[in-house]
């Protein structure tokens, strides 16, 4: 009698690649299906639109299924399409700069102290408090209001849960710099979050 | 740890279990004798939590449906 189990064994990544490269789209799909959520969510904090991160989804996606075969095994499938729609994010982001609304560059300087002014506690479970459509514009707007260096680096190590060195390689920096604009954007992004959510 | 500002040196460190036990130890004492320096700290453990919960974000209705048409469609006219 076999083993019930063994037809629900979930495959990795590793062998999805395999089979996508030999030219399984079905394959390529249910990479798609497992990441989805994941890059659309990358792609709506990195260019606060949802319209863009739609395109972004797309073009990262398309972009993947036809540089498979430069894909080496030497890092993990869902690095490598971060860093494919981290590109195609930015380059969203440069197209709009002509608006002047979009910090792009780090504007601010990476010398100064980050100084918190909100200290008021904050209330309890903003997220039972808030309808979810609410929270999703605070954190957006919030999101937007950070050069998109330090939303990266932020959105990278603490939303995507890449490593600081898997970080440092998707963007080319120094782990120091990723770690100094981690710093900084946690710190930043909760000083709005602070004026919306605290007590009082 | 001499202030305030030291502590908030450390704080992001400390959120990714990165500080020596030594300096965890001294913040730790900080923070219980220091409530600004502690809403910091819950406030900005917070901010991470709401960016990664995953029930914000999910795919608005037809985006998916969107995506993978549009994936099959280009790449069968690739193969084309």
């Known amino acids: 009698m076999g083993d019930t189990r063994e037809t629900a064994v979930v495959k990795d990544d590793v062998a999805l690649v395999a089979e996508a490269k030999a030219g ?119 999101a937007q209001k950070l050069p998109a260096t330090y939303r990266t680096v932020f959105l990278l190590r603490d939303v995507e849960d890449l490593s600081t060195a898997e970080t440092a390689s998707v963007l080319s920096l120094t782990e120091g710099t990723v770690k100094a604009r981690l710093f900084r954007a946690r710190l930043m992004l909760r000083e709005e979050l602070s004026k919306v959510f605290k007590r009082g | 740890m001499s202030d305030c500002r030291d502590c908030l040196h450390e704080i992001s460190d400390y959120l990714d279990g990165q500080l020596d036990p030594e300096l965890k130890r001294v913040l730790e004492e900080h923070l219980v004798s220091c409530h600004r320096c502690k809403v910091v700290l819950d406030s900005t453990r917070k901010t991470i939590e709401l960016y990664c919960d995953g029930k914000l974000f999910q795919l608005p209705g037809g985006v998916r449906e969107r995506l993978h048409t549009a994936l099959r469609q280009k790449l069968q006219d690739r193969q084309r």
């Open chain 1, 24 to 142: 399984s789209y079905e394959a390529f799909e249910e990479l798609v299906n497992r990441y989805e959520n994941k890059i659309y969510r990358l792609g709506v904090n990195i260019t606060g639109s949802p319209e863009d991160a739609e395109d972004v989804l797309q073009e990262a996606f398309l972009k993947a299924f036809q540089h498979l075969a430069e894909f080496r095994a030497d890092s993990r499938f869902y690095t490598w399409l971060v860093r494919i729609a981290v590109n195609e994010s930015l380059m969203k982001l440069r197209k709009k700069r002509s608006d002047r609304s979009v910090p792009l560059e780090d504007e601010i300087g990476e010398d100064g102290e980050p100084i918190p002014r909100e200290l008021a506690d904050w209330k309890p479970n903003p997220e039972q408090i808030y309808a979810q459509a609410e929270i999703e514009n605070v954190l957006r707007d919030a």
